[in-house]
């Protein structure tokens, strides 16, 4: 959603723009900023993907694609916080500022809604969309 840009979407009679994620709020987000930029005609799905599957509506996984940012988040933050646990513990009790700094920060990204370890990851080369 952070490099959504509703100028890129085509504007024209023909086309039918139709958003989803995963639970439907970003993709309402997409659309208040299409509608925001004078698209008259957007579609999103309510509820996103998790209503589509408990539907049963037929779905395609794309083997190939990178697991989610949230879920890439969540085992970087919890393999920093328990290797600094577990360090602290056995060789100095100083490498617990490790996991205070990622509680520190888990609390910050939570307040403020901004994710630094999650902007971070996003740069990596496989949460890149390509090109082709």
């Known amino acids: 959603l952070s490099k959504f840009d509703p100028h890129?979407?085509?504007?024209?009679?023909?086309?039918?723009?139709?958003?989803?994620c995963r639970s439907g709020n970003r993709s309402t987000m997409a659309a208040q900023k299409l509608f925001d930029t004078g698209f008259t005609r957007v579609t999103h799905l309510e509820g996103g993907m998790g209503a589509w599957k408990q539907a049963g509506y037929p779905t395609k996984i794309d083997k190939n694609a990178p697991i989610s940012l949230m879920r890439q988040v969540q085992i970087v933050a919890g393999s920093l916080v328990l290797t600094g646990t577990l360090l602290g513990a056995f060789v100095?009790?100083?490498?617990?500022?490790?996991?205070?700094?990622?509680?520190?920060?888990?609390?910050f990204a939570g307040i403020?809604?901004?994710?630094?370890?999650?902007?971070?990851l996003a740069k990596l080369p496989y949460n890149q969309r390509s090109s082709v």
Do not use: N, R
């Open 92 to 107: 100095s009790p100083w490498f617990l500022i490790l996991s205070g700094f990622m509680g520190a920060g888990l609390m």
């Open 8 to 20: 890129k979407v085509p504007q024209d009679e023909d086309t039918q723009v139709v958003l989803y």
């Open 112 to 120: 403020t809604d901004t994710c630094a370890l999650g902007m971070l």
